[in-house]
């Protein structure tokens, strides 16, 4: 909602601050008085932070604008992360990450549509994904390789029949894409999507491609032999796609310890 609708006004009183949405009726419009919390006050503390007027509303939420000047990215360490279904997330150095999140979405898939339940499970699953988004290390990281993934749930595919589509319904990797793009903006990261075709069927060592060597959550090339966790390894492939001038020392880096 523009500013022509909705302002932002110091408070009064116990409230901090109130928003005002002009309502059918000229001259009454909506007041919602609220206080300031912790993460409102992190951002206004900024250097040069302004709180803007206007905002966005939901059913039960509203969300307010701040302008922040755009900040030079850091340098720092560069990693690959690997997004999937099983574990949420797996990184480069093969830390893992959301290894519940198949469970925690399963549970939306019991729950009845448009219930009461569907709606905490539904929230519960947003909560996990932004814990689990955040424990990446992002104060020491300067570049983060992510999948470009697009459409993955439309379409039919070989060996993805009506049991496996069901289960994957709930699964929001846009959630996770959308988490990652945020505090990578936040930590001033520099985010590099690269192409997802057979990042997990490529071996790192060799490059051969093949389906064959991906057998469930274990990789195991049909050239070299090579094997090792197949989301450990998708994101490695992920990492060298984002930065093929050091790939060498990328690939023995991450598995110096497999």
């Known amino acids: 909602m523009s500013s022509l609708v909705a302002q932002v006004e110091p408070g009064k009183g116990a409230f901090d601050y109130v928003l005002k949405i002009s ?24 250097s040069d932070a302004e709180l803007l007027q206007g905002c966005t509303l939901g059913i039960d939420w509203a969300a307010l604008w701040i302008k922040i000047p755009d900040a030079e990215l850091k340098s720092g360490s560069e990693l690959g992360v690997d997004i999937g279904i099983n574990k949420l997330l797996v990184d ?4 893992q990450y ?3 999140v198949k469970a925690v979405c399963a549970r939306v898939r019991r729950c009845k549509p448009k219930s009461k339940g569907r709606l905490r499970a539904s ?20 570049s983060l390789g992510v999948e470009n993934l697009n459409n993955l749930k ?17 699964w929001t990797y846009r959630q996770v894409i959308a988490r990652i793009e945020m505090l990578a903006q936040e930590n001033r990261v520099r ?12 071996c790192p060592l ?17 050239n070299c032999g090579f094997s090792a966790d197949a989301d450990h390894v998708g994101a490695v492939n992920v990492l060298i796609r984002a930065h093929p001038n ?7 880096r991450c598995f110096a310890k497999s």
């Open 92 to 95: 480069s150095t093969g830390k």
């Open 206 to 222: 060799c490059k051969t491609v093949a389906k064959e060597s991906r057998m469930g959550e274990h990789f195991c090339c049909v």
């Open 123 to 142: 929230r519960a699953r947003k909560d996990y994904i932004n814990r689990e988004v955040k424990r990446l290390p992002w104060s020491t990281l300067g």
């Open 23 to 46: 309502s059918l009726v000229k001259g009454d419009p909506i007041v919602i008085p609220f206080k300031g919390h912790k993460r409102l006050t992190y951002w206004l503390e900024k």
């Open 191 to 202: 985010l590099v999507a690269v192409d997802p075709r057979n990042t997990s069927r490529t």
């Open 246 to 252: 050091s790939e060498q020392s990328m690939v023995a």
């Open 98 to 100: 959301g290894t519940k």
């Open 154 to 170: 439309l379409g039919k595919r070989p060996g993805r029949g009506k049991g496996f589509r069901k289960a994957i319904a709930p």
